[in-house]
């Protein structure tokens, strides 16, 4: 079991048919996750593209997301958290916080995800659109987005198969402005398990 | 009046304060949509910082789109097109129409992204996810999509008002096997217009 510390990211290798699972250690912690092709970074996992293929804005089990070329890269095969994921919105970033008032630097899911990658000695061709897994960002009305508390409990957790050898990245966002990570705005750790 | 070929794409430079009105000439054709700053094209309109700055999947009057760095770069200023628009989609690429059987090329938004810039002498960095003017994805049940034709009328149009000098790019979508451009699944030209 690997932490992956609150407000900060990490990166693992993971082989065409291991399992990640991703586990809500705290509860209603938001974790930002990206995918990329270990044999060429430039392709990664898409969520514009992955909406097409799942037909919808959240997957569910079962669902396959998939990479920019619009291969199958990850393929949501658990998910004992309550299903509610956000494909919606960008990682919170050094902007992000500069416009919510901050005048200092924060923790952000964006450099959290090139920092995980540089411990691996790697760079992102850039920062795709991640899963929000655990991030509770419904839809009312055909149009208006919410920010809503997450509703995974303590424990909980979502498996991830590879369908690709890939570069996984995560971040357990730092965003304590807004509800994002609970009404409590409180930012924890969470972890990852490679699973055979 | 510049005209955006059917099934083609066309890019233009357009100054801080002008208007971009992009008219849909014969109704239901969905236009992709793109917007870099004019100075660094690394920075560019983008849907996932969008969605956030806007609370919202699609844009509505008065709505600002912001870039990758969450600043405003093209304001929704008029509207005569029923208000359906998509940011949730990918732009169609050759991955996509091989999905969906093509054994010979097919053009689609990607390559007329890179087309029209290209005639510009100019190259994106990456293919940003597009602002799918006049598109039609409603989120059902909260999660499911569905693709619909255009509610978008001969002439109707929107104007975009630019925030930054920036390069508008533009592709009046060739996809013809799924009723994104209308039942009868006939591509046609669209048309713009620059105001100052």
Redesign the interface.
Known sequence: MIEIPARKGRAVRVAKGQRVKVINSRGQQVVDTWAFNAEDLREFM????S??AI????P?LGDGLVT????PILTLVEDTSGGVHDT???AC?R??YE?LGCTEYHDNCTDNLWAGMSALGLAP???P?PLNLFMNI??VD????EVRPPVSTPGSFVCLRAEMDCIVAFSACPQDMLPVNGLAMNPTEAHFEILD
Chains 1, 2 share one sequence.
């Open positions: 898409s969520m514009e593209h909406r097409v037909g919808g804005i959240i569910v920019n070329r619009r291969r919606l919105f960008a970033d902007w992000r416009m061709p850039e920062t659109a419904p839809v055909g149009n208006r987005v």
